[in-house]
């Protein structure tokens, strides 16, 4: 069973729209939630995070929002730009130094 | 400052041969994980290390995965036999463990992209 759900396996926006991408959980023990930004034949690369203390962080053009009743978090990018196309994972980890818990991705598609 | 170091980053392999992958991690980065990501899906833990020990291989199928830290700093995962299964990229990660309430960023390397035949 998946505990983090990333339901959209695919987004395409147009440059300069907001790009929205989903991610819920099952378990109300996690309380760090990230999201991974990755390229093909790369490494995922951290982009933001958020902690359960906090319902929004932001970093430039990307916004997270977590909403803890509904066990959901969201990641905002505006505006989007075409090198933002990549695959997107959500993570979260129920305490400091434990690995990981990755949902299966979302592939976003900005084009010009 | 110099990432997380993979290598190599392919290896086609027959079943029931091994093979091992090296990782470096962050220098003064305690933690290291391993990960194995098969296509279509996230990463999910193999085994995870904080200095030379093991902190969780729950997940690691021990019949034929193991893993080492032995200094405390680089790390080799092995694979023997493999299985048809096994094909997936082997991702190394790393972190500055900053105790409870701490931020748990983990920073990854390139990954091996491994083919069983």
């Known amino acids: 069973d998946q505990q983090v759900k990333q339901n959209s396996p695919s987004l395409s926006v147009q440059e300069g729209r907001i790009s929205i991408l989903n991610c819920d959980y099952t378990n109300s023990m996690f309380d760090y939630f990230l999201w991974y930004k990755k390229y093909p034949a790369e490494g995922p690369t951290f982009l933001i995070s958020i902690s359960s203390i906090k319902d929004k962080n932001e970093d430039g053009r990307f916004t997270v929002f977590l909403n803890k009743s509904a066990k959901h978090l969201s990641l905002h990018i505006v505006p989007s730009q075409p090198g933002d196309s990549a695959v997107y994972f959500c993570?979260?980890?129920?305490?400091?130094?434990?690995?990981?818990?990755f949902g299966k991705g979302t592939t976003l598609s900005v084009s010009s | 400052e110099a990432g997380v170091a993979q290598s190599p980053r392919y290896k086609i392999i027959e079943k029931r041969q091994s093979v091992a992958f090296w990782c470096n991690p962050i220098s003064g980065h305690a933690t290291l994980y391993w990960y194995q990501q098969i296509l279509g899906q996230g990463p999910k833990l193999l085994i995870q290390f904080q200095n030379n020990g093991v902190v969780d291989d729950s997940q690691l199928p021990k019949d034929r995965f193991s893993a080492e830290r032995l200094k405390g700093v680089d790390s080799t995962l092995k694979i023997q036999p493999a299985k048809l299964e096994d094909s997936a990229v082997y991702l190394c990660a790393s972190s500055l463990f900053q105790g409870p309430g701490g931020k748990n960023i983990q920073y990854f390397g390139a990954g091996t992209r491994l083919s069983v035949l």
């Open positions: 993570a979260t980890s129920n305490q400091a130094g434990t690995a990981l818990i």
